[in-house]
């Protein structure tokens, strides 16, 4: 009865562990603004709306704004309301590339960084296509895997390691009631 008592104990404290470990692993993130990421405006915002899953420590926000030329002014003139941030858009940059960045530091303390990107401004004119020659092949285009999508999230692997941690504590278990019951 002890070994029986001493697992389900066991178990128990791994489950509690394995329930709270991706909520260790959550830290604030953008969830949307305005404008998008990779948006197609006709002109520059007036300002930048972003929205954050958790509220923001003020004092802690920083925001710069890029353009395609390589300025990068940082901007001063934000407000910071809990969870979203309101950025007035700065004068001197031209366009037509331009990447906002953010860091913040949410309410656990934890700081994060990332950039929304957007064109603002006439659509570019490309030239006409010039056609092909009859019978000539076009090799085909090829493109490489982006790695930031083609690794697991923190979320995943959080996942991987509770599964993981589940199947040793069962068989662990299934060891215990074996040597308990006297079968090899």
């Known amino acids: 009865m002890k070994r029986a008592t001493l697992g389900s104990v066991l178990m128990a404290i791994l489950l509690l562990l394995i ?3 991706p909520a260790a692993n959550a830290h604030t993130e953008l969830l949307l ?5 990779g948006a197609r405006l006709d002109t520059v915002p007036a300002e930048v709306l972003m929205t954050f899953s958790e509220d923001l420590l003020p004092e802690t926000v920083n925001v710069s704004v890029a353009d395609g030329n390589g300025m990068v002014i940082r901007v001063l003139d934000l407000v910071v309301d809990g969870a979203y941030v309101t950025v007035s858009w700065p004068a001197g940059l031209t366009g037509p590339d331009y990447t906002v960045n953010y ?3 949410s309410q656990d303390g934890h700081p994060v960084s990332g950039s929304i990107a957007f064109t603002a401004g006439p659509p ?3 030239p006409a296509p010039v056609p092909s020659p009859v019978g000539s092949v076009t090799p085909p285009v090829t493109t ?3 790695s930031e999508t083609s690794s697991l999230p923190v979320g995943g692997l959080a996942a991987i390691a509770g599964g993981l ?3 040793i504590a069962i068989g662990f278990l299934f060891m215990l009631r074996r040597r308990g019951s ?3």
């Open 165 to 167: 941690a589940v199947g």
């Open 182 to 184: 006297g079968t090899p």
């Open 33 to 37: 603004s305005d404008p998008a990421d």
């Open 144 to 146: 490489e895997p982006d």
């Open 124 to 126: 570019a004119v490309s």
């Open 103 to 105: 860091r913040v530091v």
């Open 19 to 21: 329930a709270h470990a």
